[in-house]
């Protein structure tokens, strides 16, 4: 079950293991502004982060679990750095389960992937157009 973010970020979740991911690529000309496979995190408040690490938006932030279980030293906001000021960016997808989550991930990819073969069927047809309307001027 998906879990709301919101959740995370004012600190009701702490402690707990859930997964998240997500993929962000508005322009296609450019590398996703978010590129997070579905990963299992542990919950984690703010307080336990080093003096020079500052999360913004948010009161606890995300660890991935090692194989052992406990948390890493790498860290994940909740939210991109797509903010600004008083509004912040867009919000990661965080779930109970793994199932879910990988659902959730291949969506975002097929849906930048729909785009994707959008924008290669357009160019395509526009190439063809014109070399068809160079061809017709041969004399």
């Known amino acids: 079950m998906q879990i709301e973010t919101k959740e995370v970020m004012t600190g009701l979740k702490d402690g707990r293991i859930v997964w998240i991911c997500s993929y962000n690529q508005p322009d296609l000309n450019k590398k996703p502004l978010r590129n997070v496979p579905p990963t299992e995190v542990m919950v984690v408040p703010n307080d336990e982060l080093p003096e020079n690490k500052r999360i913004y938006y948010s009161e606890s932030h995300f660890r991935p679990v090692g194989k052992d ?36 991930w291949n969506k975002q990819l ?6 994707i073969v959008k924008r290669v069927e357009s160019a395509r047809a526009f ?4 070399s068809s309307d160079i061809v017709k001027k041969k004399i």
């Open 69 to 104: 279980g406990s948390p890493l030293k790498k860290y994940l906001s909740p939210v991109d750095n797509t903010g600004y000021r008083s509004m912040c960016g867009n919000m990661i997808d965080v779930f109970e389960n793994e199932d879910e989550c990988v659902k959730k």
């Open 110 to 115: 097929d849906e930048v992937n729909s785009r």
């Open 127 to 130: 190439w063809e157009k014109t």
